[in-house]
């Protein structure tokens, strides 16, 4: 494998499309993913504007994405992938050279596990939250609303600031001694905090200190900016 890993050239790689909303948290995801691999260049976005609901109309979810949700990664062949979590594994391997997904089984395990707490715990809880218990998307988008439902999950969400800021205090990233993709949902879950103005506790200052770090990361800095055109 390590031989590939000399050869591979992005330029060769075939173009990618991206259904995509710019500012969207989850999005976010996939954008900072894409600028950590350096494969920005080898995408082309199309806007799908949420707050109209161009998610949710049947040819969207009939020919994109079942789940009418953003992002959808599009590939040459007609492929399309959903789901941040299988959209950045994708990218992530595509060069041989995994450096958010785990390169080991011990890697690649813990980084799973953290990823999938810092949507459940986090970046879900928020979303839920901002889907139920404020206007989310507005009245003609969020057709059902359970309000209690959502506090409830705006409830988990504070609770899992305190998680990760425990584990913050005693590793440098959430998934260990390395970035990942699971540092990246959690960003997200800070990212759509801000939106819906859920604060992180004053005293969760690991978890305080780790965003202010990740925020001056080029990736995330630059996330919405990367798909307008350059000059
Ligand atoms: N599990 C999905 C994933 O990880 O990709 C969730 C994707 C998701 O909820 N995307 C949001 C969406 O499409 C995009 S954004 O709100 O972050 O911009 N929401 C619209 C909706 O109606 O749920």
């Known amino acids: 494998m390590s031989s590939d890993i000399g050869k591979f050239d992005a330029t060769k790689l075939a173009m990618m499309e991206i259904y995509d909303f710019p500012r969207g948290p989850y999005p976010a995801r996939v954008r900072i993913a894409l600028a950590e691999k350096n494969l920005r260049s080898r995408v082309q976005f199309e806007m799908v504007d949420l707050y109209k609901g161009e998610h949710k109309k049947p040819d969207f979810v009939a020919t994109k994405n079942y789940s009418g949700t953003l992002p959808v990664l599009e590939l040459d062949d007609g492929t399309r992938i959903a789901e941040c979590t299988a959209i950045t594994e994708y990218l992530d391997t595509l060069d041989g050279a995994p450096i958010l997904t785990g390169r080991t089984p011990r890697e690649k395990g813990l980084i799973h596990m953290m990823n999938k707490r810092a949507e459940l715990e986090l970046l879900d809880a928020v979303s839920v939250y901002f889907h139920h218990a404020t206007p989310g998307l507005g009245p003609d988008v969020e057709i059902y609303q359970n309000a209690e439902w959502g506090f409830r999950q705006r409830d988990k969400a504070i609770r899992g600031m305190y998680y990760f800021d425990g584990v913050l205090k005693k590793q440098k990233f959430v998934a ?12 997200a879950g800070l990212i759509f905090a801000g939106v819906v103005k859920l604060p992180v506790p004053a005293e969760c200052e690991a978890l305080q ?13 630059n996330r919405v900016t990367m798909s307008e055109p350059a000059g």
């Open 176 to 187: 260990g001694e390395l970035f990942s993709m699971a540092d990246i949902t959690v960003i």
């Open 209 to 221: 200190g780790w965003y202010a770090r990740m925020q001056e990361r080029p990736s995330v800095k």
